[in-house]
């Protein structure tokens, strides 16, 4: 009898606990929040911090609402970048607004507004380096004219060097010839001298060599300045050296040797410095190209070739060549029939600068006209850059015409390197692109 009382209690215990465990349940149900709700009321507090300007108690509830991924969660995400600009001169919110876009960087669905946003920061913080891996990020990964228009004008921002020249000369693969008291040296193309200024003159750098001159003594020396090779024959002059091959003035003309002073016979009245295998020549009164094998590329039968201030005048198959008072785009194997004024020679890459009616513009090789005629003077361009004149002063502009580096300089060569030799009031200097470096 006792054991079946004590069963019945034990069932009814149960039941009654299960029922209770049920209506817990229901209650907790009922009355439990939604994550989607708690974010909003997270939202809702922490605007009524910002309202009050009350920036630091928004941080960590912004901060725990953006911990949801909720679709609140981007709102919650911006709403807290507000907060921390707010507080960003404070100790830690430079690097937590920042950890914060760099996340949305990374989000799959990254728009092209956190790369702007980040960008235009470093920017504006002179922050550059960091700016332009953003605007490489970011056009990469949304193709965004935005990014694209923001970068095109930003990436000539450049800076000044210390170092300070009487005379340089163009900018030739990595080096450039440089003068201090009247004795030329070599220079890294950032204006940082290699070889010491000693020398009457100096050739271009090329193959781990520069031919110099010093106390009439013509040879060779190295990068460290040693000498590697002596000139025994008596020569006059030379030119600059490339493609293993450096002038020399033998006697009535001049002749093409090798870096170790190995002297061919071929005799020329003038002659170029190579570029991409050729160089300008001049016999019997005319103009050519000639290979680096004596084969003629272009038959000397023209009044001149344009060359520029190294004697370089090949480059992207094309030259310019002068008859009479007309200069004429020659390439491809090809002469155009449009005549110019003057020109300068194509450099590796982008247009060649042609004047007509008294202005420059620029061409590209098959002569298309691509910036119309509106400068004073002009050098073609050099990495995407080019050197124009407007007035009395020289500054830059990019393939599309427009200027982006103002004229402020006496003088200015072509860019190389990221580097262009610039003449201002304290001498010859060297601008530098922040973003080539």
């Not at 009321?41 to 605007?47: D, F, H, R, S, T």
């Not at 106390?215 to 300045?225: C, F, G, Q």
């Not at 030119?239 to 091959?245: A, H, P, V």
């Not at 410095?273 to 050729?278: L, R």
């Amino acid at each position: 009898m006792g054991g079946t009382i004590l069963k019945r209690t034990n069932r009814i215990i149960i039941m009654f606990g299960s029922l209770a465990l049920i209506i817990i349940s229901w209650i907790v149900v009922i009355t439990a929040k939604s994550n989607d709700e708690k974010q909003a009321e997270l939202i809702e507090q922490a605007v009524a911090y910002i309202n009050d300007k009350i920036y630091i108690y928004a941080v960590p509830v912004l901060e725990e609402a953006a911990a949801y991924n909720n679709k609140r969660t981007l709102e919650a995400e911006d709403m807290l970048k507000t907060v921390y600009l707010q507080l960003i001169d404070k100790n830690g919110y430079k690097r937590k607004y920042i950890n914060l876009l760099e996340k949305q960087m990374n989000s799959e669905y990254a728009s092209e507004d956190v790369f702007f946003e980040l960008a235009n920061y470093y920017l504006e913080n002179s922050k550059y380096d960091d700016a332009f891996n953003v605007f490489r990020t970011g056009i990469s990964k949304t193709g965004s004219d935005k990014l694209i228009d923001l970068y095109e004008d930003n990436r000539y921002i450049y800076k000044i060097g210390y170092d300070v020249y009487e005379n340089v000369t163009s900018i030739f693969g990595k080096t450039i010839g440089v003068q201090i008291k009247g004795l030329w040296g070599v220079a890294s193309s950032d204006g940082v001298l290699q070889i010491p200024c000693e020398y009457e003159k100096v050739s271009t750098y090329s193959n781990g060599r520069v031919v110099v001159q010093k106390n009439s003594e013509i040879y060779a020396v190295d990068s460290s300045n040693n000498r590697i090779a002596l000139l025994k024959e008596k020569a006059s002059d030379f030119g600059n050296y490339s493609n293993d091959c450096v002038p020399l003035y033998i006697k009535d003309g001049w002749k093409r040797s090798t870096g170790n002073f190995g002297i061919g016979d071929v005799v020329f009245e003038q002659i170029g410095t190579y570029s991409d295998g050729y160089v300008a020549a001049k016999q019997d009164g005319k103009w050519g190209i000639i290979g680096t094998l004596s084969t003629w590329l272009i038959p000397a039968e023209y009044d001149e070739i344009i060359i520029d201030e190294l004697g370089c005048a090949y480059a992207q198959n094309a030259i310019f060549v002068k008859k009479g008072d007309s200069v004429y785009l020659f390439a491809d194997g090809k002469r155009f029939e449009e005549s110019y004024e003057d020109a300068q020679p194509f450099s590796h890459e982008n247009y060649a600068a042609v004047k007509k009616n008294g202005k420059w513009g620029f061409i590209d090789t098959s002569g298309k006209l691509m910036i119309d005629y509106q400068f004073d003077e002009a050098l073609s361009f050099g990495q995407h850059l080019a050197a124009v004149k407007q007035g009395e002063l020289w500054g830059y502009i990019n393939v599309y015409g427009k200027v982006v580096i103002e004229p402020r300089f006496f003088k200015a060569k072509s860019f190389a390197n990221g580097n262009a030799p610039v003449l201002t009031e304290l001498g010859w200097q060297f601008i530098s692109l922040i973003e080539y470096k």
